[in-house]
C-alpha cells in the first residue's frame, strides 16, 4: 500500500476484554515495529520484526501482550485482559531493512480501557 | 538515566528566530540519529537523520551530530507557526550492531509565535 494501515483507528473496551490491533506495512517494507505513546509522553517501544528472524520482543510490557506477523506482511498486536494503563495511542512502523534511513509511521490505534 | 534524553519545553521562540532543539544519548555505540516531528493528534514524520559527525542541512532544518559528546540538536532556521509541533530524537538502539531498533525520546514541544 501507499503508507502503513493500522485498524481499528479507535477502540474503547472495557476492563478485562482482549483486543487485536491491526497494521498493514508499506508493501516490500521488511521490518515492522510496535511503539506504544501514552498521553504526553515518547514512544515506548514494544516489538520489532525483521523479515524471518526472531522478534525482538523485549519491549513488550507483559505477558499480556504478544504479536504476531505472517511473512513480511500484516501483523496483529494483542492485549489480553485489557487494564485501564494500556490506555494509549499504539503505533505501527514500517520500514525497508534495518531503518538506515528512518521508519514510516502509520496514523496509530487510539485505545481506550474503561 | 535514560538512553536518549531530551528537554520537554516547551520552547517558545517568536516567528523568524531560529530554534534549538537538543538532545543526548548514552549508548556510545549508537550509529544513527534521527529527527521526528509530530503535530499533536498525528503520527510522528521524519525530517532529517544523520550519521556522521558535523551538520546535515536540509533547507531550513540543520542536523548537528557530536558523538564524542554524545550529542545530537536540530536547528530550525526562520521559524515559523506552522512549525510548532512536538519533536523527537531518536537513535539507534542496537549498538554497535545496528538493528534497526530506535529508542525515542520524550520530546521537546515546540511553540513558534506570530
Known amino acids: 500500500g501507499a503508507g502503513v494501515s493500522q485498524s481499528p483507528s479507535n477502540k474503547v473496551t472495557e476492563k478485562g476484554k482482549d483486543v487485536e490491533l491491526r497494521c498493514d506495512p508499506i508493501s516490500g517494507h521488511t521490518a515492522l515495529y510496535w511503539y506504544r505513546q501514552r498521553l504526553g509522553q515518547g514512544l515506548e517501544f514494544l516489538i520489532y520484526f525483521q523479515g524471518n528472524s526472531a522478534p525482538d520482543k523485549s519491549g513488550l510490557p507483559s505477558d499480556r501482550f504478544s504479536a504476531e506477523r505472517t511473512g513480511e506482511s500484516v501483523s496483529t498486536l494483542t492485549i489480553q485482559r485489557t487494564q485501564q494503563e494500556d490506555s494509549a495511542v499504539y503505533l505501527c512502523?514500517?520500514?525497508?531493512?534495518?531503518?538506515?534511513?528512518?521508519?514510516?509511521f502509520g496514523s496509530g490505534t487510539r485505545l481506550t480501557v474503561v | 538515566q535514560k538512553e536518549v534524553e531530551q528537554n520537554s519545553g516547551p520552547l517558545s521562540v517568536p516567528e523568524g528566530a531560529i530554534a534549538s532543539l537538543n538532545c543526548t544519548y548514552s549508548?556510545?555505540?549508537?550509529?544513527?540519529f534521527f529527527w521526528y516531528r509530530q503535530y499533536s493528534g498525528k503520527s510522528p514524520e521524519l525530517i532529517m537523520f544523520?550519521?556522521?559527525?558535523g551538520d546535515k542541512e536540509d533547507g531550513r532544518f540543520t542536523a548537528q551530530l557530536n558523538k564524542a559528546s554524545q550529542y545530537v540538536s536540530l536547528l530550525i532556521r526562520d521559524s515559523q507557526p506552522s512549525d510548532s509541533a512536538t519533536y523527537l530524537c531518536a537513535v539507534n538502539g542496537g549498538g554497535s550492531s545496528n538493528t534497526g531498533k530506535l529508542i525515542f525520546g520524550q520530546g521537546t514541544t515546540l511553540q513558534v509565535k506570530p
Open positions: 512502523a514500517s520500514s525497508p531493512d534495518d531503518a538506515n534511513y528512518g521508519y514510516t
Open positions: 544523520i550519521y556522521s559527525n
Open positions: 549508548d556510545r555505540g549508537s550509529q544513527s
